[in-house]
């Protein structure tokens, strides 16, 4: 098991930046990719990025790359998300997820990962 916890969300203003963290606890860390969604009320789970057990491969969404970067810090157990010039509809909760290295599959889907956190509000004012 693998338990995820999301931080670093709230209210920010149009064109500001956000850094979202999720803590990873429960085995060993580097063994999972690490996903980012986000979802909006009425909508399915979107896909933001996800990353590589050792930190060195990333992938994002489309409309997303440029602004937003993943990482993570395997000696502290947790991934972030940095978000930069955020936009009103960028309003979402934002979830990590995790899932093992290796899988077959680009990590894009929610069926693909194993493991949930709660997730963190975002919410970007105009």
């Known amino acids: 098991q693998v338990q995820l916890v999301e931080s670093g969300g709230g209210l920010v203003q149009a064109g500001d930046s956000l850094r979202l963290s999720c803590a990873a606890s429960g085995r060993t860390f580097s063994w999972y990719t690490m996903g980012w969604f986000r979802q909006v009320p009425g909508k399915e789970r979107e896909f933001v990025g996800r990353i590589s057990g050792s930190g060195g491969s990333t992938s994002y969404a489309d409309a997303l790359e440029g602004r937003f970067t993943i990482s993570r810090d395997n000696a502290k157990n947790t991934a972030y998300l940095q978000m930069n010039s955020l936009k009103p509809e960028d309003t979402a909760v934002y979830y990590c997820?995790?899932?093992?290295?290796?899988?077959?599959?680009?990590?894009?889907?929610?069926?693909?990962?194993?493991?949930w956190g709660q997730g963190t509000q975002v919410t970007v004012s105009s």
């Open positions: 997820a995790a899932r093992p290295i290796g899988r077959n599959g680009g990590g894009t889907s929610t069926a693909s990962y194993d493991y």
